[in-house]
């Protein structure tokens, strides 16, 4: 079975201050990992994948297979990154998308 | 470019009444096609999953059913609405070893 766990539902920063939104996972196999995120009143949209090894909007993610984690960070939080994050992991062949209960981020100004 | 649409945005329907939810993508050929619920505190959850045409896998035995009587058509059904079911619900696609991409979701309301 895998199974997604975001240990915090809700984060609240300041703005200029760094952040880290917690993801750890639990998978036999081999994981693709990816963070989503919601803002007010928009669609839940793709953040970025593990595997892109990007930095999207300041953030960061780095798998961590001995830890199995795959924390989202960024060194300085704005207030325009106050939103919904949800941690999702990929099965791959049993086409299933697992996602954590999500972290609210408040960036305080 | 591809597009998914949902419809409609929001619903109030009364306890016992049935429930038909809309899903179309566009711009993409035999995509998986998903309908999650989103309900506060418990994240995202998946209810159903399609690989193809006529092929529903279901994730949790509930009140709902799914169907996909079209390659990019994605319907969510219920016969009769519990107040249990309202919560916001989540169309998605996606093609093997991409992303997944969500519509804007239905807000539904049981009363």
């Known amino acids: 079975a895998q199974r997604v766990t975001q240990p915090e539902k809700l984060l609240s920063v300041f703005k200029g201050a760094p952040v880290e939104l917690k993801c750890n996972y639990s998978?036999?196999?081999?994981?693709?990992l990816f963070w989503y995120v919601q803002y007010s009143r928009q669609r839940l949209q793709l953040l970025l994948r593990?595997?892109s090894r990007e930095s999207i909007k300041g953030f960061t993610a780095d798998l961590n297979k001995g830890e199995t984690s795959f924390h989202l960070k960024k060194p300085f939080a704005q207030e325009e990154d106050s939103a919904m994050y949800y941690c999702a992991l990929w099965g791959g062949s049993n086409y299933k998308l697992t996602f954590g209960k999500g972290t609210l981020l408040t960036v305080n100004p | 470019s591809q597009t998914i649409h949902q419809w409609p945005a929001t619903l109030v329907q009364p306890v016992g009444s049935p429930l038909s939810l809309e899903c179309t993508v566009e711009g993409t050929s035999n995509p998986n096609l998903y309908w999650y619920r989103q309900a506060a505190g418990r994240g995202l959850q998946l209810l159903f999953y399609s690989v193809g045409i006529g092929q529903i896998s279901s994730e949790v035995p509930q009140n709902l059913s799914a169907s996909r009587p079209q390659d990019r058509q994605f319907i969510l059904s219920s016969k009769k609405l519990l107040l249990s079911d309202s919560g916001f619900y989540l169309c998605?696609?996606?093609?093997?070893?991409?992303?997944?991409?969500f519509g804007n979701g239905t807000r539904l309301t049981v009363t």
């Open positions: 593990h595997i």
């Open positions: 998605a696609w996606a093609i093997p070893n991409s992303p997944l991409h």
């Open positions: 998978y036999s196999g081999s994981p693709e």
